[in-house]
């Protein structure tokens, strides 16, 4: 007769049962695992020798994590990819994997802002120094390239700015001078716009954004080429990445509804943008599908849509408190930080992250439209812009 401790630490889930096996739900479960169990010693000992070929550990993933890993592959078009913490994780992480020292690295000028804390605060003390260009260089980029340049990172359209940049031109570029190119997709998602056609060699996502939907989640994802398989994976290896496997599950049922999501995000933010064109406190709508966009023909020619998500410059007489004033009237539109989720999110400030922006020094509202009705919507914002 056992003690029972041991009755406990044996009973519910033996970890092979046959009958759990069997048991096919429409959806992946979701293994809470560090130590995951192997049949033998031989097993044991083939994972010793990088040959065993499941999962080893809690860190090396599990079904449901491969689960929405294999659909970022299938979506984006690309060899491999892997789910990280966070999307700002999934960008710095690549950027470790394919730069050291006395290496030069090109970042577009509107990239998400944590990016530049990164470059500034880390990867300098490491020896590798970055510098950025005008989103809109297009071709141009080859006047910003040092025999050092080893990497480009794109993003398009940019973070509230929302400029768009000639990735094929860049692309072109870069393959001449063997310098590697990645995008931070999350404005597009898979859906819009595909990287890999474009010939960039690294895609990357903030989950968190539209792939979950829900606000609940904080999730990142890299997709590489074939050719950037092996350096990343050996980031993925030494650093041990995992990702916390409730966000795989959710960013996996998330997919599953982004098409239809983005349809109502699309649609709503396009027309609340095309009628603000026409508000009186406002000088531009910065929002690549409308035709006065600066880069509208590259988002013509290269995207298949639109997100939800976009900005306003105010009229130059406008001040901080007129900002303020609008934001604080807002009443559908929650004030917070990040976007794609179903509620609607107001943030505002004076763009003064690089001086070499079309927008310097200019106070601007950016809108995250979530999934309420855009007639409510709009009558809130009216009604916000009135109070000005
Ligand atoms: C364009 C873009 N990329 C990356 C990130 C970082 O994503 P996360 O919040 O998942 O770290 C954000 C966050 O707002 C973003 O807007």
Partial sequence: MKGKS???IGSGYSGNSSKLERYHSINPPIYHASTVLFENYAELRATGQGQYEGFTYGTDGSPTQAAF????????????????????????????????????????????????????????????????????IGAGIEDYITPETRFILLESPGSNTFELQDVPAVVKVARQHGILTAIDNTWATPLFFQPFAHGVDISIHS????????????????TVNEACYERFHRLCRALEIFAPQDACYLALRGLKTLKVRLQQHEAAALELATWLQDEAAVETVLHPALPGHPEHAIWQRDFSGSAGIFSFVLRPEYDEAAVARVVDSLELFGIGYSWGGFK???????????????????????????????ADLKADVQQALAKR
Wanted: aromatic residues 12%; contains cysteine; neutral net charge.
């Fill in 207 to 222: 989950v968190t954004k539209y792939i979950s939907g829900h606000s609940d989640v904080l999730l990142g994802s890299v």
């Fill in 69 to 136: 890993e294999r659909a970022m592959t299938e979506l984006e078009g690309g060899y491999y990819t892997r789910a990280f913490p966070s999307g700002l994780l999934a960008i710095t992480s690549t950027l470790q994997a394919f730069l050291q020292a006395g290496d030069h690295l090109l970042i577009c000028n509107s990239v998400y802002g944590p990016v530049r804390r990164f470059a500034r605060n880390l990867l300098a003390r490491f020896g590798v120094k970055t510098s950025y260009f005008p989103a809109d």
């Fill in 6 to 8: 041991t009755e406990i």
């Fill in 344 to 374: 609607s999110l107001v943030t505002a400030g004076k763009f003064a992250q690089s001086d070499i922006s079309r927008y310097h020094d200019r106070w601007m509202i950016r809108l995250n439209v979530g999934l309420e009705d855009v």
